[in-house]
C-alpha cells in the first residue's frame, strides 16, 4: 500500500517535535549541533526566503523539510535557472529511516513544486552520506558537482523539470 505524504507549514507549535528529533542520533549525526541547529530552523519560521514543512506519513509525522529561494547563504551552487529553489530534509522519527520514504516523500514534494512550473530543485548533500545521497538518486536528482557551503564541501545535486 502507498503512503500519502503531507507538508504542512511548521508552526511554532511544531518546534517541541523540531527540538525532539534534532536531538536525535540519526539527524545530529548529519545536521550537528542539536542547539544550534534548532536556532537556526526556529530562527527561520520568519525567513521570508524559507518555506518549512512537517512532513507526514498518512497522520504521523515523520520529519522536516526546508525549500528555499536561492540567496546569498548559496552563492557557492553557482549560476541557476531563475526560480531555483533548494531543499534539505531528515527522518525525525528513527523507527522510519531506512524504509523508503525519504525518496519517496522527496519525489513528491519536489513532483508537485516542478508541475507548478518551478525550474529546478538543488541540494547539497554531505557528499560522505551515502543514505541521502541514495534518497535524492532514487527520487530523480543526479550529481552535479562538488560545492563549496559556509558548512564545508557538499555535493551539489539537482533535478530539472
Known amino acids: 500500500m502507498a503512503v500519502t505524504y503531507t507538508f504542512r507549514p511548521m508552526t511554532t507549535a511544531d518546534l517541541p517535535l523540531i527540538r525532539r528529533w534534532l536531538g536525535g542520533a540519526d539527524v545530529r549525526e548529519w545536521w550537528g549541533d542539536p542547539d544550534e541547529q ?15 514543512f512537517i512532513v507526514l506519513a498518512g497522520q504521523q509525522p515523520l ?7 536561492l540567496t546569498a547563504w548559496n552563492t557557492g551552487f553557482g549560476p541557476q535557472p531563475e526560480g531555483t529553489r533548494g531543499i534539505d530534509q531528515f527522518i525525525g522519527e528513527s523507527d522510519m529511516i531506512g524504509r523508503g520514504h525519504g525518496s519517496a516523500f522527496i519525489r513528491q514534494f519536489v513532483d508537485e513544486k516542478l508541475r507548478e512550473g518551478l525550474p529546478r530543485m538543488v541540494t547539497d548533500p554531505d557528499p560522505l552520506n551515502p543514505r541521502a545521497i541514495r534518497a535524492y538518486e532514487k527520487a530523480g536528482f543526479v550529481r552535479d558537482r562538488m560545492v563549496e557551503t559556509p558548512d564545508g564541501v557538499a ?3 539537482v533535478r530539472d523539470q
Open 38 to 52: 534548532f536556532a537556526l530552523v526556529s530562527g527561520d519560521l520568519d525567513e521570508p526566503a524559507m518555506d518549512q
Open 63 to 69: 520529519g522536516y523539510l526546508q525549500c528555499y529561494r
Open 155 to 157: 555535493l551539489l545535486m
